[in-house]
């Protein structure tokens, strides 16, 4: 739990220092943490083995007007620290507003960044020889609690369906996924996936 809330204050400090220096916004929100519909509806992943919820924290910059080549994305950076202990981890990404409907107040918010969690990249090994039984049994357990992901280091592809309710305020159902795509690491690629609500608040001009 220490090393959670470690990650979480350090990715909290590099917030505040982003946001004291530019406009941008603000954004916070509680996520189900490994949801088990993705997982099952495809027939992979890690789904269900952890629990709790995850506290999530972070800032987006405005809009970069001169990155025309990426279609005007908002950078972000963020932290997720999970309420149980579990995995917990920090990311930062671009992400793009598309607002829609007849007052464009509904949105989607589509985002790609690269994380780093606190999770297990890989669990001890059950098979090593000269174990106790009782090792063993700690060890094979371990492997229905926690999520391996192959690699500290993961892809967040992230989506997010949103409303303005006002000019600085918005409220968004977001999905966030983590996993190494079998690039950033080999072997083992047990992702996790979030589901949660978010609050914004946009500051600055």
Known sequence: MIKAWLLGGAALSV???AGSVSAGEVYGGVYAHDVTFVGEAVGMGAAGREGGADIELGWRSDKK???????????????????????????????????????KKWFVRPGFGLAYTDGY????????????QEEIARRVAM??????????????????????????????????????GQILGQGKNQGLDDVGLRLSYKFGN
């Open 15 to 17: 917030v505040v220092a």
């Open 65 to 103: 007007e001169n990155w025309d080549f990426l279609r005007h994305p908002s950078v972000y950076v963020m932290a997720a620290v999970n309420t149980q202990g579990d995995s917990s981890h920090i990311a930062t990404g671009l992400t793009w507003k598309v607002n829609f409907g007849s007052e």
């Open 121 to 132: 990249d890989e669990l001890p090994d059950f098979r090593t020889p000269g174990l106790s």
């Open 143 to 180: 492997r229905d609690d926690h999520i391996e992901f192959g690699s500290k280091f993961l892809f967040q592809p992230n989506i997010a369906l949103g409303y303005d309710l006002n000019e600085r305020t918005s409220l968004e159902l977001a999905y966030i996924h983590l996993s190494n």
